[in-house]
């Protein structure tokens, strides 16, 4: 009976998992999506609890309300860390499945050996391995993002690094085979502790050479191999709702780096391995051309006459916070009747739909948010193109110069528009380290400052508060 | 007793021998249908797409949930009991914060 | 005999008792599957596809060939013959008048 | 070894499976999808010949050479006959599905009682039921498409012919509960032919009162079955490859029927027990109002000065086998350089896709068909509709008049284009058995002959050779 009530939970959990994915297709259904999945996951938690092999509960319960006190706060961060809420999440995720794989060796060595088969124990070293290396690698990558200070930002890079860390994770998949053979050994116990440990350091070692802004890709990787070491888990547990759900996790984060990867024109090794932003800034060619300045009243005036403006955001408006501001521009200008258009690159920001969330938190509408392959073609009847701390996803660079990181990645064409304002705080380049000839164009006027002070003088102008300065 | 941990959802009664080859069939097919489901998500949603499937990805929790509760020695029921405190930690902050951004989206 | 009839593929080796749970499972995904996978199918090409679907769903003959092939009474493999000859041809016309379809479907 | 070769090869194959459906997405890649599915095919069956039970060889070359002889001659029928040889290839699945699980079941009485557990029996009764229903359904239904003479085409309705057809399925499913309680009474194996006389009798009595033109879409609803049938014998089998491409062809069987079904914008129990087709054909209106006739020579004028054709095809060109003459009319005027294009309703013709087959075998390019939803907004800018042998996808009642049975199916507006020109051989209505009042509008001219020979004639105008006549 209660293993009738396991499986058929087991079934009717992983179909509300893949519509709650499903659900995800549209805006409309995606809240939906989310009463699926904890309806879902409610009915596994309670399909387990109540089997008969559960007789603590005392240490269950305090852990799930530990769960809680800690989860609530941590899903009321502000937009801006998600990235690193994310990456702090898969830490826990794969935590959890390394301990859990840990549990099941020590508990077929001291109590049943033989079932210790090599399969299980392939799939117990391989959800370890899987489990610790996304522990730290979450951990770090977390650091990162956070800007804590002990972690360094930059890519910090050795001569013969790859071969230090290929060689740290060659070791321990070798010494998994061995203890794969030789399961309950006298030796194989602490043979375990150290693949754990070199799984813990290679962790640490992988993320090192990758700079911060490389993070998002690197986020979603770790996704994919927490949601391998939850289907290694349900190898391990005959449990096929953990394989499901671990499958499901796992193509999502193969298919959002990919998407990544594709949108800036790069390959997976040269991610984790190229050791990006490392790169030398040559010498900022606004040095030689000339960058022309606009005044906020000349800004303002700028954009009542136009009729089309496209507001092209990027991760200088994240770090600004500026998207309420943003919000007063768009009502300022649509109620002078001009059309405003949100150009979203797929990685402007630092995390896909990184910009999305920010404009839906400002309560802009998500009609007005239009996608590069649509909007591109528009450019041309642009009066204004308004790029608000975006930089790499609006080089032209990318089109035609062969010696940049860039080059190759779409981008929005800001620069077929009548006329470019650009907002950003200095003559800096962006993530990429490359110089924008964008802003030295003919028709673009610089707005030097931050994003959200800026905007926020160039709407108290339009609202005719200008006359106070 | 590591039996019941093995097929964590079997009791005795009606033992059932683990199928690997299953486990790979239901592996390969469920691949395939989350390679089709998130093709297709609206990239508005990619965001809360990663919590999301961050949050389901903790169904992990079961397993801690019988390392944790079962009649095992108490080491490895601490050890159980520290993974599913992780777990739980994603499946709260990750759907709240997947609910909270998506309300978020609003038409008009 | 009937066993390795219940089992189609299993040699008595390695016996595998049978798990309906698993096939529910994968019965399940495979739906999933199925519907996502034909809803992409073009248009212009549901014709075709019926007839594909046909001689994919004539994978019923590996039952047939198991009842035609084993150490069974003769009436029975009498039966498998027949059924394994209605599959077969479902297999053979069914690809052939597919390909036959699409081979005219030109863009220019 | 040999049991992990079977397992592999069903993995191998499913996934072979997937991938030939997935790439029938579009036409560029559909051949692949057809090699994908030879192949896995191919594996699946020597993966299971090669299995040690298997000792008897000789049987099995001798039906599958037989297969093929067959089989061959089958895929050659012209492309009007594909609905029969549909329904046909249903039959026989239906009927190796029904055979096989006879011949488990009586497998277990002769040898191993203790196999036919309560589970294994109910998915027998199920794969025999399904399939033997699906048999001789799927056969009535070809002969009904054939237009075999002993098989009435029209609905065959008599009172409380709802109440007998399911009377005999809840017979035959209640025995199936009795056999299943107890397999091995002395008996079961008599009740066991009974259901299997029960499920060979529904089948038949299940198309009866369905009209020859409904049987696309039962034929679909049979495909389901199939479909579900050769997933009960996986269950049976213990067999994962029949149960998932069972389950592939289930859900292509429902999606084309539940499209069938909203296009037609009626309902499955309509389809199947509403005896469409038994409609009392009202009084022609044709009678009251004008209908205006055009010549050869007049319609050719009239297509020469056009600048956008659209041409309409309908159940009619598939009769008349029009689709060689309509590519040389097409060739006609494109060479005039005026654009012509094929507007496809999703159920015109007699199953879906008919008009798509039928185009594509005359080599017209299938850029040039564009879909119902697509052409719509571009009919008040079409200069000639010309209607070949389409009707009820044509006719305006179906926006306004209620009481009519095709009222609320979307139809191409033909009757906003600025002139429209339709061929048909009488006043006679169209599937539906209801008039259409295009055929009398102001602008509409008929062209009434057979599709074949008027295309043809004014093809011969068209190319100069209208002086012969
Ligand atoms: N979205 C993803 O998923 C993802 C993932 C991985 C990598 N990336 C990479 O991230 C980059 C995203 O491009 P992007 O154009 O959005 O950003 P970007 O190239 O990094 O440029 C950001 C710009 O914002 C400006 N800025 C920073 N803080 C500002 C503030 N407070 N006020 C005003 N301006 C400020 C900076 O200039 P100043 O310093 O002069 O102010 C900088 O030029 C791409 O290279 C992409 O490949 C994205
Ligand atoms: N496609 C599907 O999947 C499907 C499935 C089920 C049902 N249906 C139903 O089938 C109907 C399809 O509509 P439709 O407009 O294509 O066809 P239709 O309404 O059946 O009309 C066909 C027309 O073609 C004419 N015709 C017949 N033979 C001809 C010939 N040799 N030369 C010239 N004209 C000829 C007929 O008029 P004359 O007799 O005067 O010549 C008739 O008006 C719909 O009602 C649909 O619901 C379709």
């Given at each position: 009976m209660m293993y009738a009530v396991a499986q058929f939970a087991a079934v009717f959990a992983t179909a509300l998992f893949i519509f709650s994915l499903y659900w995800m297709n549209d805006p409309k259904t995606a809240r939906r999506g989310v009463v699926a999945g904890v309806t879902g996951m409610l009915v596994a938690v309670v399909a387990t609890w109540v089997q008969p092999q559960i007789i603590h509960h005392g240490w269950i319960v305090v852990a799930i309300v530990a769960g809680f006190i800690v989860g609530v706060p941590l899903s009321q961060v502000p937009l801006t860390a998600v990235p690193q809420r994310t990456a702090l999440s898969h830490a826990f995720g794969g935590l959890a499945a390394g301990l859990v794989g840990t549990a099941e060796y020590f508990l077929g060595l001291g109590e049943n050996p033989a079932e210790l088969t090599a399969f299980r124990m392939s799939a117990i070293v391989a959800e370890v391995i899987l489990g610790f290396l996304t522990f730290t690698g979450s951990l770090m990558a977390a650091g990162k993002l956070q800007e804590?200070?002990?972690?360094?930002?930059r890519p910090v890079t050795y001569p013969g690094q790859n071969v230090v860390n290929i060689g740290v994770l060659v070791v321990a998949v070798g010494l998994g085979v061995v203890v794969v053979l030789h399961p309950t050994a006298p030796w194989s116990g602490h043979a375990f502790y150290v693949i754990v440990g070199l799984a813990v350091l290679f962790g640490v070692l992988l993320i090192i050479p990758i700079g911060g802004a490389d993070m998002p890709t690197v986020i979603s990787i770790l996704n994919s191999y927490a949601g391998l070491s939850a289907v290694a888990m349900g190898f391990v547990l005959n449990n096929k709702l953990l394989v499901t759900a671990g499958a499901l996790d796992g193509s999502s984060g193969l298919i959002l780096s990919i998407i990544m990867c594709r949108a800036m024109n790069r390959s997976f090794t040269n991610v984790l391995f190229?050791?990006?932003?490392?790169v030398q800034k040559t010498a900022a060619i606004g040095e030689q051309k000339e960058w022309k300045q606009e005044t906020v009243e000349g800004a303002a005036q700028l954009l009542e006459q136009a009729s089309l403006v496209v507001i092209i955001p990027g991760y200088g408006m994240a770090v600004a916070q500026a998207q309420h501001k943003v919000r007063e521009l768009y009502d300022q200008l649509t109620k002078r009747g001009i059309t405003v258009k949100f150009a979203i690159h797929p990685v402007a920001g630092r995390m896909p739909g990184h910009m999305n969330v920010l404009l839906a938190e400002a309560n802009i509408p998500y009609t007005a948010l239009v996608e590069m392959d649509e909007i591109n073609p528009e450019m041309p009847q642009c009066d204004v193109a308004l790029v608000i701390g975006a930089n790499d996803v609006v080089n032209?660079?990318?089109?035609?110069?062969?010696?940049?990181?860039?080059?190759g990645m779409p981008i929005i064409d800001a620069d077929k528009a009548r006329a470019v304002l650009a907002i950003k705080r200095s003559k800096n380049p962006g993530f990429a380290g490359i110089d924008n000839e964008l802003y030295v164009l003919d028709n673009t006027w610089m707005l030097f400052g931050d994003a959200k002070a800026v905007i926020g003088e160039v709407v108290k102008q339009l609202a005719g508060g200008g006359g106070l300065h | 007793m590591i039996d019941s941990l093995m097929a964590t959802q079997a009791v005795p009664a009606e033992p059932v021998a683990v199928d690997y080859w299953s486990m790979l069939f239901v592996f390969v097919l469920a691949t395939f249908i989350g390679l089709g489901v998130i093709r297709r998500v609206s990239r508005l949603l990619y965001t809360p797409l990663m919590s999301l499937t961050n949050a389901i990805s903790a169904i992990a929790v079961v397993g801690s949930i019988v390392v944790t509760g079962a009649d095992y020695p108490r080491t490895i029921r601490i050890i159980g009991a520290v993974a599913l405190f992780a777990s739980m930690t994603n499946i709260v902050s990750g759907f709240l914060i997947t609910d909270r951004m998506l309300k978020m989206f609003k038409k008009q």
């Open positions: 804590v200070k002990w972690i360094p930002q190229g050791a990006f932003g490392t032209p660079a990318a089109r035609y110069k062969k010696d940049t990181p860039i080059y | -």
